[in-house]
T-cell receptor, first 112, second 116 residues
Framework: GENVEQHPSTLSVQEGDSAVIKCTYS??????FPWYKQELGKRPQLIIDIRSNVGEKKDQRIAVTLNKTAKHFSLHITETQPEDSAVYFC???????????FGTGTRLTIIP | GAVVSQHPSRVICKSGTSVKIECRSL??????MFWYRQFPKQSLMLMATSNEGSKATYEQGVEKDKFLINHASLTLSTLTVTSAHPEDSSFYIC????????????FGPGTRLTVT
């Protein structure tokens, strides 16, 4: 089955600086890679996703890059703000089996 | 659109009793729903995949007789934790996939189960 590794587990960033979270996956058949933000006690919220036919996708301050050859993808948050503080999860999915496999999570803290 | 609700949001039960959690897709039809468990400071772990009208598919290590899943309609799936024990205390989250979409899953708000 799929295995998704995520680094770092914790990340502290000065407000206004950029944050980068990286994930690797094992199953070359995976073709959908969403990123979720989860605040304490709340549901995961989809913040951006990328499909395997695209190398990069951007939505305002958030971008995701995908390297299919190396089987890794990254989340980039620019101009970080205190409200960006949360736990972020990457995930990988194969359209055929429908199951999302989550990474271990990154606790991001934005320092004012 | 694409709203998923869960009920109850919090439940406390005594050891040995059973608890039922409901997951509903409010504005779309969900042929497939997923049940996850999340322990404190850990990731979401898929427990089972439920398809409307058929038996759920459980992940390895998840006891199907303990975690009963029923997906009786296109908008409702239920998870029943039978003979609950303190180690079953966790955050249970469901998600649903819109049958008209390919992959995106919409998550419910979660249910905090505490077994005393």
């Amino acid at each position: 089955g799929e295995n998704v590794e995520q680094h770092p587990s914790t990340l502290s960033v000065q407000e206004g600086d950029s944050a980068v979270i990286k994930c690797t996956y094992s199953d070359s058949a995976s073709n959908y890679f969403p990123w979720y933000k989860q605040e304490l006690g709340k549901r995961p919220q989809l913040i951006i996703d990328i499909r395997s036919n695209v190398g990069e996708k951007k939505d305002q301050r958030i971008a995701v890059t995908l390297n299919k050859t190396a089987k890794h993808f990254s989340l980039h948050i620019t101009e970080t703000q205190p409200e960006d503080s949360a736990v972020y999860f990457c995930a990988a999915n194969n359209w055929e089996n429908e199951k999302l496999t989550f990474g271990t999570g990154t606790r991001l803290t934005i320092i004012p | 659109g694409a709203v998923v609700s869960q009920h109850p949001s919090r439940v406390i039960c005594k050891s040995g009793t059973s608890v039922k959690i409901e997951c509903r897709s409010l504005d779309f039809q969900a042929t497939t729903m997923f049940w996850y468990r999340q322990f404190p400071k850990q990731s979401l772990m898929l427990m089972a995949t439920s398809n409307e009208g058929s038996k759920a598919t459980y992940e390895q290590g998840v006891e199907k007789d303990k975690f009963l899943i029923n997906h009786a309609s296109l908008t409702l799936s239920t998870l029943t934790v039978t003979s609950a024990h303190p180690e079953d205390s966790s955050f249970y989250i469901c998600s649903a996939r819109d049958e008209t979409e390919v992959v995106e899953q919409y998550f419910g708000p979660g249910t905090r189960l505490t077994v005393t």
